[in-house]
């Protein structure tokens, strides 16, 4: 994905309320997708991630959405709250021949208002 | 999933110099890559640590410049060399077993975080 630099998108939200991140993928080749959250500092953290042959998937306050037909993923987060302040990524991963590639999203930052 | 430490956790570097930053996990892994992100920025993927032979570099990098050494299934070195500020940078490694045997995704170290000056 591209970077968008240091004016990352930012979704406030209000303490409590649900959360949806939106995130593009660039290769219909893709099979396998990964949701990450980073915090300032730190590497990226493993949130939820879903296989291209499914829908869905739900977590703890997680779920993950995928729609192939037009190449795009959501990250929606029931009851946010100000531990999950933090920018949040979207991975796709494919196989080629000499190995797996992963593209990251450009990132949106997360702003929970209390 | 497994548990990464990656060292040093930051450096500052006069140019013309190399760095060689470790990647320990604790336990035995199939896969392990190494990402470049700019503060601020997403990750892009310099390569994938192959145990036992060269590594696989994505478009833009260079074995030259960014060596990766993988001798066993827990650890996998990268030096940045001959140094430039155009380096600086954090450097991260993740590591993980294949999406197509396991349901785990991959996870990440800490970072390094060098500068060059």
């Known amino acids: 994905g591209e970077s968008v630099g240091l004016h990352l998108p930012t979704l406030s939200v209000q303490e409590g309320d649900n959360s949806i991140i939106n995130c593009a993928y660039s290769?219909?080749?893709?099979?396998?997708f990964i949701w990450y959250k980073q915090e300032s500092g730190k590497g990226p953290q493993f949130i939820i991630d879903i296989r291209s042959n499914m829908d869905k998937r739900q977590g703890q306050r997680v779920t993950v959405l995928l729609n192939k037909t037009v190449k795009h993923l959501s990250l929606q987060i029931a009851a946010t709250q100000p531990g999950d302040s933090a920018v949040y990524f979207c991975?796709?991963?494919?196989?080629?021949?000499?190995?797996?590639?992963?593209?990251f999203g450009p990132g949106t930052r997360l702003s929970v208002l209390p | 999933s497994a548990v990464i430490s990656q060292k040093p956790s930051r450096d500052i570097c006069q140019r013309g110099t190399s760095l060689t930053i470790q990647c320990q996990v604790d336990?035995?892994?199939?896969?392990m890559f190494w990402y470049r992100q700019q503060p601020g920025q997403s990750l892009t993927l310099i390569a994938t640590a192959n145990q036992g032979s060269e590594a696989t570099y994505e478009s833009g990098f260079v074995i030259d410049k960014f060596p990766i050494s993988r001798p066993n299934l827990t650890f996998s070195t990268l030096t940045v060399s001959n140094m430039s500020p155009e380096d600086s940078s954090i450097y991260l490694c993740?590591?993980?077993?294949?999406?197509?045997?396991?349901?785990?995704?991959?996870?990440f170290g800490s970072g390094t975080r060098l500068t060059v000056v």
């Open positions: 336990s035995q892994v199939t896969m």
């Open positions: 991975a796709e991963t494919w196989l080629h021949n000499y190995g797996q590639n992963f593209v």
């Open positions: 290769n219909s080749a893709s099979d396998y």
């Open positions: 993740s590591a993980g077993d294949s999406a197509y045997s396991k349901t785990y995704g991959y996870t």
